[in-house]
């Protein structure tokens, strides 16, 4: 195997990695939701978060990690259509009314949904990260066979 070989699968590796734990991050938000007998909407939707949870990370650790063409594909959906609309979408949805320094600094001082919101960007780029990391390993094959 050369250096360059290793370097691609250390890269998905990490990839993987960093996708499991962006995922997690938020799997105990969303079982309570799932548990969250009071309303049907809010448990249908933690399961749904839950199910996409699970199959990411199945995924990640099957597909993604041998390095098939599918598997990047199908996180790139978990991303674009389940992780960015449920996380960070909703901070869109509202009148912002305090400015970027003033958010940041109450993320970063109280815990609420400023902190929420702020970790969720942070997952998200997390993901978007994994995926931009081993995309040559995905979509480049190198001169010598593996």
Known sequence: MTSATKIRHDAVLAASLLFTIALLFRAPDFARNAAYIKDPLFQAAGFASLANIL??????????IRRYRWAWLVMLIIVCVWAFPVLVLPIFHGKIAVTFVEWLSEAWQ???????????????SIMVLALLLPVKSFFWKSKESD
């Open 110 to 124: 109280w815990p609420g949904s400023a902190r929420v919101y702020g970790e969720n960007i942070v997952l998200v």
């Open 55 to 64: 199959v990411g990370l199945v995924v990640a650790w099957t597909g993604f």
